[in-house]
């Protein structure tokens, strides 16, 4: 047991925290991503010791505000902001390390350190032909476009199932990386001619950048398993910070409209290279609407006035390629999947206060496909094209909420919003975010330690922390 009194926090949220007993969490998206993770792992790293980024790579992007200023996270754990917090790269991510790179340079303009960053060495590298790719199949694709990131990480992580990628600790090993890149490149520019007739990459140029990189980044190389389980021996908080949303998962998510890796929980003990005994709890991140980016179906958008409304006041623009995200009403069967799929202890709510000047909110209950109604979502892409959402309808508060600091001061109709999706969900809500900022977040319950029971008692009471 240790209580963290060794930390400076300047929020008084974090007394919640303080004199409990040690725990190792998973935070994932319960959506298409873009849940505002950024900012859930930021209010819970400060009860971190190491804060571990297990999958994808520079296409993700985490936005956390801090005193006002506004960071954005690609690749780089957002714990980076706490000093004494050590943040851990994994081997399930893919790295580009220019990006990586820039994004250092950004912090420490910030006065930030990035002393305590490591990066696994078993992690793939995302190369020249690899961003090229992405982008040159996407615009063959035509129609069937998936709508990537373009930032190469499909054939990265392409690559490492063929077993032709480049590692972390290639980089390390110059001779190696030589010989590795001048057979891999001539490959690539085979594929890069022929099936997308684009000019060839030099592969001296290449190995010259990628050796100042490895220069760049030798210091915060580590065996990042290796460090995980250390700190786990050492009764460390280990917070799992995911990247994208379940929906986006390669194997469960609305394929092939996914990402390349594994976003769900299961995939944070893969990337970290840790058993999932370690793991205490599992908590989900879903914004109080639905959003996606990128292309595939998506049963309750919304084209219309209202889906303006949410994307302009959500300022629903993505934090990587600054496209549009699209807007839609809260799908209660996906929470339900997320749950299901994850094994969730309990959710964050983000975002709530977008919804405080609708007059009425829709919530996808079920959907109905030729007829029939279902509750569980389906495993089958065809099947979700063609689900209609069937909804429920609640008022709307029409009232501020940006200023709520606890449960009572919600309005009750935004109460009572909440309880019917962690209903619904059938999963407690232990946190409320209601802006940007650190301190615009109703915590109802320790996520972490609290026990796991529902946002509201039976009779509607709240059930606020410490009652
Ligand atoms: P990729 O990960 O760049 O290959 O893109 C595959 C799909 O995942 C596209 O629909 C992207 O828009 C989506 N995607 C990837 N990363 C994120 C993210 O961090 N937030 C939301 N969508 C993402």
């Given at each position: 047991?240790?209580?963290?009194?060794?930390?400076?926090?300047?929020?008084?949220?974090?007394?919640?925290?303080?004199?409990?007993?040690?725990?190792?969490?998973?935070?994932?998206?319960?959506?298409?991503?873009?849940?505002?993770?950024?900012?859930?792992?930021?209010?819970?790293?400060?009860?971190?010791?190491?804060?571990?980024?297990?999958?994808?790579?520079?296409?993700?992007?985490?936005?956390?505000?801090?005193?006002?200023?506004?960071?954005?996270?690609?690749?780089?754990?957002?714990?980076?902001?706490?000093?004494?917090?050590?943040?851990?790269?994994?081997?399930?991510?893919?790295?580009?390390?220019?990006?990586?790179?820039?994004?250092?340079?950004?912090?420490?303009?910030?006065?930030?350190?990035?002393?305590?960053?490591?990066?696994?060495?078993?992690?793939?590298?995302?190369?020249?032909?690899?961003?090229?790719?992405?982008?040159?199949?996407?615009?063959?694709?035509?129609?069937?476009?998936?709508?990537?990131?373009?930032?190469?990480?499909?054939?990265?992580?392409?690559?490492?199932?063929?077993?032709?990628?480049?590692?972390?600790?290639?980089?390390?090993?110059?001779?190696?990386?030589?010989?590795?890149?001048?057979?891999?490149?001539?490959?690539?520019?085979?594929?890069?001619?022929?099936?997308?007739?684009?000019?060839?990459?030099?592969?001296?140029?290449?190995?010259?950048?990628?050796?100042?990189?490895?220069?760049?980044?030798?210091?915060?190389?580590?065996?990042?398993?290796?460090?995980?389980?250390?700190?786990?021996?050492?009764?460390?908080?280990?917070?799992?910070?995911?990247?994208?949303?379940?929906?986006?998962?390669l194997d469960h998510g609305t394929?092939?409209?996914?990402?390349?890796?594994?976003?769900?929980?299961?995939?944070?003990?893969?990337?970290?290279?840790?058993?999932?005994?370690?793991?205490?709890?599992?908590?989900?991140?879903?914004?109080?609407?639905?959003?996606?980016?990128?292309?595939?179906?998506?049963?309750?958008?919304?084209?219309?006035?209202?889906?303006?409304?949410?994307?302009d006041r959500g300022a629903e623009?993505?934090?990587?390629?600054?496209?549009?995200?699209?807007?839609?009403?809260?799908?209660?069967?996906?929470?339900?999947?997320?749950?299901?799929?994850?094994?969730?202890?309990?959710?964050?709510?983000?975002?709530?206060?977008?919804?405080?000047?609708?007059?009425?909110?829709?919530?996808?209950?079920?959907?109905?496909?030729?007829?029939?109604?279902?509750?569980?979502?389906?495993?089958?892409?065809?099947?979700?094209?063609?689900?209609?959402?069937?909804?429920?309808?609640?008022?709307?508060?029409?009232?501020?909420?940006?200023?709520?600091?606890?449960?009572?001061?919600?309005?009750?109709?935004?109460?009572?919003?909440?309880?019917?999706?962690?209903?619904?969900?059938?999963?407690?809500?232990?946190?409320?975010?209601?802006?940007?900022?650190?301190?615009?977040?109703?915590?109802?319950?320790?996520?972490?330690?609290?026990?796991?029971?529902?946002?509201?008692?039976?009779?509607?009471?709240?059930?606020?922390?410490?009652?």
């Amino acid at each position: 047991m240790t209580a963290y009194t060794n930390k400076n926090h300047n929020n008084g949220l974090c007394k919640l925290y303080f004199n409990k007993p040690l725990a190792n969490v998973i935070v994932i998206g319960a959506q298409w991503g873009d849940e505002g993770k950024g900012k859930i792992t930021d209010l819970l790293s400060r009860s971190a010791d190491v804060v571990v980024r297990s999958q994808g790579g520079v296409n993700a992007g985490h936005t956390v505000v801090v005193a006002g200023q506004t960071f954005k996270l690609h690749l780089i754990p957002s714990g980076i902001l706490y000093p004494e917090t050590e943040c851990i790269v994994g081997s399930g991510t893919v790295i580009d390390p220019q990006v990586l790179i820039e994004e250092i340079e950004q912090l420490k303009a910030l006065n930030v350190s990035v002393d305590n960053l490591f990066i696994s060495q078993t992690a793939h590298v995302t190369m020249p032909y690899h961003r090229s790719i992405d982008m040159a199949s996407e615009e063959r694709r035509g129609d069937y476009k998936i709508g990537t990131t373009g930032r190469g990480i499909g054939p990265t992580y392409a690559d490492k199932s063929e077993r032709t990628g480049i590692r972390v600790l290639d980089l390390m090993d110059s001779d190696l990386l030589k010989e590795k890149l001048e057979w891999t490149i001539n490959y690539k520019n085979v594929i890069l001619d022929k099936l997308y007739n684009l000019p060839p990459l030099d592969p001296a140029v290449v190995i010259t950048e990628y050796l100042a990189y490895a220069d760049y980044l030798r210091p915060h190389v580590v065996d990042s398993s290796l460090q995980i389980y250390q700190a786990v021996q050492a009764k460390k908080n280990i917070l799992f910070e995911g990247a994208q949303g379940t929906l986006l998962d390669l194997d469960h998510g609305t394929y092939p409209y996914v990402t390349s890796s594994n976003p769900i929980a299961g995939g944070s003990c893969v990337g970290a290279g840790v058993g999932p005994t370690i793991i205490d709890r599992v908590i989900g991140v879903a914004k109080a609407y639905t959003t996606r980016v990128g292309e595939g179906p998506f049963p309750t958008e919304l084209s219309e006035e209202v889906g303006e409304i949410l994307g302009d006041r959500g300022a629903e623009f993505g934090t990587t390629t600054g496209r549009r995200r699209r807007c839609g009403w809260f799908d209660a069967v996906i929470g339900r999947y997320a749950v299901r799929i994850n094994g969730l202890d309990c959710v964050a709510v983000t975002k709530l206060d977008v919804l405080d000047t609708l007059e009425e909110i829709k919530v996808c209950v079920a959907y109905e496909v030729d007829g029939e109604t279902r509750h569980h979502f389906p495993s089958n892409a065809v099947d979700f094209a063609s689900c209609k959402p069937v909804y429920k309808t609640l008022p709307g508060w029409q009232q501020d909420t940006t200023n709520c600091q606890k449960l009572e001061d919600l309005p009750a109709k935004a109460l009572s919003y909440l309880k019917f999706l962690a209903e619904l969900m059938e999963v407690p809500i232990a946190i409320v975010s209601l802006g940007p900022s650190r301190d615009q977040t109703i915590i109802v319950e320790d996520p972490i330690h609290g026990p796991k029971r529902a946002l509201l008692d039976a009779d509607g009471t709240p059930v606020v922390a410490g009652s």
